[in-house]
């Protein structure tokens, strides 16, 4: 039986011939047998594929050729290509979408005038000598933070990554201006762009994560100031860093602790993922997010 395995990767450089790159990439892992999503633009690259172990070395040795991604990491996770439904290459804007492609400026080292990456000892040493004036900013998508975060963290109102240019200029963070700004999201790449786009509306201080909460939860595990479960774009939904995590998730109707995200019933018009526990699940009159208008639909599903 042979073994399988996830590739996740990301390189921000100057790409001359986005569509070029494209279709080598698509040409490259329809020959390999890779599933999964790839975005090229002319700020980088941002990618997970998944197949055969073999073939996911290959291609990430192939990839390497190109002069812009030589040392392009790679992280390995587990799962295969039977974790996607297809394979996706596209050429975009943005490889991570704020909104704003024409404010993000790169060069071979990476994004100019992004926040200072620190390692997953750097975040704590920090932590150790400026103490509460540390602030810790997610990244990511509000509904991700519901089952896991670090600790204190300020989780911004954002439903997209699209959403954040409008949160940070809204005013309401402007407190943590001249106080130091640590960034963090699943595997940093979010943070790269999110981290430059607020020191460019004068936030003084901003740190990133490096390698996000997936290199940061493989370092300490859950005795460090992360808490709870890591919300993932796979079948998986979500990944824990050991059995003794927090349970920070609960159930929109009861309360009752979980991680599962599931779909509101309204399919048609809300297509939110919410947590909602197995018992609550399993009465058709509670398998919606809590809005009205969802809540109308459960209970009409019930008496069709
Ligand atoms: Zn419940
Ligand atoms: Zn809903």
Redesign the pocket.
Known sequence: MSISKILLYYRFTPIADPKAVMLWQRDLCELLGLRGRILVSEHGINGTVGGDIAACKRYRRKTREYPGFHDMEFKWSEGGAEDFPKLSVKVRDEIVSFGAPGELKVDEDGVIGGGVHLAPEEVNELVDTRGDDVVFFDGRNAMEAQIGRFRDAVVPEVDTTHDFIDEIESGKYDWMKDRPVVTYCTGGVRCEVLSSVMKNRGFSEVYQVDGGIVRYGEKYGNAGLWEGSLYVFDRRMHVEFGEDHKRLGKCVHCEKPTDTFVN???ED????Q?LICAECFAQPETR????A???E?AIKALTQ
């Open positions: 509101c019933v309204n018009t809300c297509r939110r919410v919606h997010c809590g809005r208008d969802c809540a639909v």
